[in-house]
């Protein structure tokens, strides 16, 4: 949410479940002003299907298409959506946008966007997606903004946060990421488990170990970092329990894996210009960030620890055959102006 100035504005609140925490929010936002004028609210949803390429205003039709869309990001969805309800049902003049973190990978080629199953199977939906497009968008965004040649420059982008993913940027577009089919897979994340060969997952089920049910819930809320400690997923704890078996285990594991990631992006970009880190994680632990970078030196990836340690932006050494970036995200302001796009008639 924005202040009086224009500027981003975090406020310390609580609230018993989402639905009380989408009030608290609609609260905040009517208290600065009269809002009975809005002419539209902007919705971040996690997934728009292989339908959605880009934001839409949000009508009757798009919204059974969306709620189709809930088993295939059953732990974003349905809150995205109660939003867009909530936001209706107060502000029924206004128009209701949806804004897709899945658009962004919509350039993604076939080599990386098919997956390897019989056409049979794979149907219409059954392909990779990406997500944290948003995010993604932004960093591009502020990458043009500060005049950086897109045209040339190969960059890989790391959003790493609760939930992770890095993508491979190429012209300005997305070419390649981590996630695919849902938000599960790539890295390992807060409470999600990342990558998972599916014979593991074949075999818990055919040994009865685990329902359906309760082996979605444990991918989603119970693996990941949470798991590799057995003490939080958050990583901000962990870096704090430095020197306990678990926490330092799941910084480790988490490391290594992102690191494995970017090496497996810059083949797939033909080399690495440009390494943004960005999101709660990426923008805000200088530890986690100079732990990922070590070992890549055969990239021409490396680090000055002082900047790092000091959160500069820039945080390579000056002649570094890479620029290494720490860089917060703006998907507000991403959503903002697709916003003012969808209500904009081309030419208008």
């Known amino acids: ?139 591009v965004h502020a990458l043009e903004e500060d005049g950086a040649d897109l045209a040339r420059e190969r960059v890989v982008i790391a959003h790493l946060g609760a939930g992770a993913s890095m993508c491979a940027i190429k012209e300005g577009k997305s070419v390649e990421t981590t996630m695919g089919f849902s ?23 055919a040994n009865g170990t685990f329902s359906p049910v309760e082996l979605e819930r444990a991918l989603y809320e119970q693996s990941g970092l949470k798991a590799l400690s057995d003490l939080s997923g958050n990583m901000k704890e962990l870096l704090h329990r430095r020197g306990e078996a678990g926490a330092d285990f799941a910084i480790d594991m988490f490391c290594y894996q992102a690191r494995r990631a970017i090496a497996s992006l810059a083949g797939a970009l033909g080399g690495l210009d440009r390494l943004v880190f960005t999101g709660g994680i990426g923008a805000n632990a200088p530890a986690v960030r100079g732990e990922i970078c070590a070992g890549l030196e055969f990239l021409g990836v490396h680090v000055d620890a002082r900047r790092n340690d000091e959160g500069r932006k820039r945080i390579s050494p000056r002649r570094s055959p890479v620029l290494i970036e720490a860089r917060a995200t703006d998907e507000e302001s991403i959503i903002a102006a697709d916003v003012l796009a969808v209500l904009t008639p081309a030419g208008g």
């Open 1 to 139: 949410m924005d202040d009086a100035t224009g500027h981003a504005a975090s406020y310390d609140v609580s609230a018993s479940d989402h639905a009380a925490a989408i009030e608290v929010a609609f609260g905040a936002a009517a208290g600065r002003g009269d809002d009975a004028g809005w002419r539209a609210v902007g919705h971040r949803l996690v997934h728009g299907g292989a339908d959605f390429a880009q934001s839409r205003l949000i009508d009757e039709d798009v919204e059974a298409r969306l709620s189709e869309l809930v088993r295939l990001a059953p732990l974003h969805m349905p809150h995205g959506l109660a939003g867009v309800r909530a936001a209706r049902a107060r502000w029924p003049e206004a128009a209701q946008v949806a804004c897709f973190d899945t658009s962004f990978h919509a350039t993604l080629p076939d080599r990386a966007r098919v997956i390897a199953l019989p056409r049979e199977l794979l149907g219409h939906e059954v392909r990779r997606y990406g997500f944290h497009g948003l995010s993604y968008q932004s960093i």
């Open 183 to 205: 938000t599960l897979s790539g890295l390992p994340m807060g409470t999600r488990c990342g990558d998972v060969d599916p014979g593991a997952l074949f075999y818990l089920l």
